[in-house]
């Protein structure tokens, strides 16, 4: 691996026990900031406006993300559809600080993702299991969140993509090292990155929670289920006191196992987005791109 | 006698310092709330790498800003290294924040640009030899101030990447995201000295 690929997973471990909040509009970016963002994710429309909104979603106006780019000091991320490296190349010239190759997105591929080796930018990837998220490393990703549905509020699916990649961390970490070539085939990655996972007993790259977080206690389930730092998409700026929520959430996810802290930083956020049960929901976007 | 550091924990590359400072036999304890700097008596601080926004806003929300501050004027060693800079840094170019501000410089933020910016390189510390250097979206020192005792440690491409006033240490780089250990032990053996210096 280069050295590139090296800064651009240290950039993640800057991100640690913080907060990755979805922007549209360089005041929201300003907002996010002013509440302890660690990054902001720049978008047109938040993942819980793409769903109901339907039809294809694409990569955003470059003109909107370099205002939010102009509005703050911290990182700024943006999303690219699966599989789209020409929206990614946009993105680079751009110097943008982190892309993410999202599910949230209409899909541009159904077969490959994006090469990710051939890029500077880092990437950022989703995944729901130990395969998906090997497979995108061994692509150039150097960082992973789970894949937890966007846009509904819904915690569900972020919580068993966590608990599965870390159920599977744990079955390698006991496994006697000539089983390791099946581990790899069954899992259809790389065998040097299941060797690797093998003897450090966790991913090679920083690993977030997104999807469905709503609230502190989300927030700190996800940390203490084991994710390095949380994505917040559609459940700040779709509640009723973005603000607070967004602080709250930050505070949740530094002290993440002060139940005593947790609960005065859950009382009186006004009201929670309203949200959607996996089981309402007609499009899983976590199964695109596996 | 161990010697105890605690690590700034709040947001960041926290873990990474830690598992340094204990290749080097120190006991870390982890800072994330009042509460923690009154269960052992502290060595030293190390103030991580990470977003000082961040960092800057949860000090004061958790109320660690006034204890930490009370502790690093009363000339307990602290090693501050890329946002750690910046909360030491008594003024920020273009930027009215002030943290700690206990260190007289001029810090820049974000001074290489983007993460397209970020960079590694190799380059004389404290006058002993060459050191990996890893610089992630990082700040420098534009200048230090004139007539007080601010020792340069480390220059690249002709900007100040490391610095030394009294007890406090600061880099713009990472040392704890390379194996070399030449930072941390240097930062060590000024905590050790500062301990036998209150024992005598």
Redesign the interface.
Known sequence: MN?RY???K??A??????VIMDVTTAEQARIA?EA????VMALERIPADIRSAGGVSRMSDPKMIKSI?AAV???VMAKVRIGHFAEAQIL?AI????IDESEVLSPADDTYHIDKTGF???FVCGAKDLGEALRRISEGASMIRTKGEPGTGDVVQAVRHMRLINQQIRTIQNTRADELYQVAKDLQVPYELVQLVNETGKLPVVNFAAGGIATPADAALMMQLGAEGVFVGSGIFKSGNPAKRA?AI??A???YN?AQ?LAELSEDLGEAMVGINEQEIDLLMAQRGI | MAITIGVLAVQGAFSEHITALKQLGVHCIEIRKPADLASHPLDGLVLPGGESTVIGKLLRELALFEPLKDLIEAGLPVLGTCAGLILLAGQIAEDNTIHFGTMNMVARRNAYGRQLGSFQTEAEFDAGGKIPMVFIRAPYIERVGVGVDVNILARVDNHIVAARQGNMVVTSFHPELTADLTVHQYFLNLVQQKAKTCIA
């Open positions: 050295n090296e800064l651009n240290n950039l471990q800057m991100l640690k026990g913080g900031q302890g963002a660690c990054a780019q000091s911290i990182p680079e110097e943008i600080d982190y500077s930018v880092p602080q930050v505070k996810v530094t002290n002060d802290l």
